[in-house]
């Protein structure tokens, strides 16, 4: 039986992750613009359950990509933003010692009680010991980002963000996660996903990662865009701004790229200039908007004073 070409878009509206073609489609309902090369990583982690280790300069979209697929498979998203120091404590669990230390005091009235018809001193440790093991266990436990998206039954996207700032340690501790989905508590035993999280690690290339981590997950590198895709994404960010407009800032955004700069404009912040420039009610660049609104996407003082001589002839050269 042949499907027409309406019912297949159809079919692939219904369901976003049953081709690339229809990821990109659902992407773009939930306002971000893929290129083939993201939606088919993507497809790729879905299908294959594999984490997803996606590098790249600071502002390309790579958080913005796991908050989008969230979005669009309508799934809870948990976020981990790592720091140098991040421990198992913080990234999995904690026990709830306040919580231990109120029932300890509940409890020790009561412990003669229970001590109280014990025959031996062996029977009395038994029955201290078996007290002891209720205060760590699941109502005392405190979980943190990963224990939480490992009991999603309904499965999360987990936003593990800038890996790159936590230390090798930590890194490692990690594996376990990312290749089998679950975790080993020593008071408790294995805690294992019943849905796997669809797992999104961030990099912005601080330090060398694992080759052990890189193994694990497929790699994604968003480079800085060209300018048809750029014009989409500011086109579908900021709607109210006019074609002629968008062609004008992103080819000068392109320009300014090709400097040599301590930062270059990311996508963010062409984005950023956009919503300026709307806000302002420009119709078109001239030299002293650009100069008024320098600083939008340039973050760093001495690119400010290295490119304003030069914004008549780089705006010539758009």
């Not at 999603?152 to 890194?171: M, P, R, T, W």
């Not at 989409?232 to 992103?250: F, Q, Y």
Request: hydrophobic share 45%; with cysteine; charged share 25%.
């Amino acid at each position: 039986m042949t499907i027409s070409g309406t019912a297949a878009r159809d079919a692939s509206a219904a369901n976003p992750l049953s081709s690339v073609d229809a990821l990109i489609a659902g992407l773009g309902s939930v306002d971000y613009i893929a290129s083939r090369r993201i939606a088919t990583a993507l497809y790729m982690a879905v299908n294959l359950q594999k984490p997803v280790l996606v590098e790249g300069s600071a502002g390309v979209g790579k958080t913005e990509l796991a908050l989008s697929t969230a979005r669009l498979l309508g799934l809870p998203l948990i976020r981990m933003q790592c720091y140098e120091g991040l421990d198992e404590s913080k990234a999995l669990y904690e026990w709830k010692y306040g919580k231990q230390l109120l029932y300890t005091q509940i409890l020790k009235d009561r412990m003669g009680e229970t001590l109280a018809d014990a025959a031996t001193m062996d029977d009395a440790m038994d029955r201290l010991h078996g007290m002891g093991d209720l205060f760590f266990s699941e109502p005392f436990l405190e979980p943190r980002p990963l224990m939480r998206a490992l009991k999603e039954d309904g499965g999360c996207v987990l936003l593990i963000d800038e890996i790159d700032k936590s230390d090798e340690a930590f890194e490692a501790f990690l594996l376990e996660v990312l290749s089998a989905y679950q975790v080993s508590i020593p008071e408790l035993g294995v805690v294992v996903a019943k849905t796997p999280p669809l797992v999104f690690l961030t990099s912005n290339n601080v330090r060398d990662l694992g080759d052990a981590l890189k193994r694990r997950c497929l790699h994604l590198h968003i480079p800085l865009p060209e300018a048809a895709l750029e014009e989409k994404i500011v086109a579908t960010r900021v709607p109210d701004i006019e074609a002629t407009l968008t062609r004008e800032l992103v080819a000068f955004v392109q320009t300014l790229r090709t400097l040599d700069l301590r930062k270059s404009p990311s996508i963010s912040e062409t984005v950023d200039w956009a919503r300026a420039l709307v806000l302002l009610h420009a119709a078109s660049l001239d030299p002293a908007l650009v100069r008024d609104t320098l600083n939008v996407i340039l973050k760093f003082e001495q690119d400010i004073v290295a490119v304003e001589p030069q914004i008549v002839e780089l705006l010539a050269r758009r």
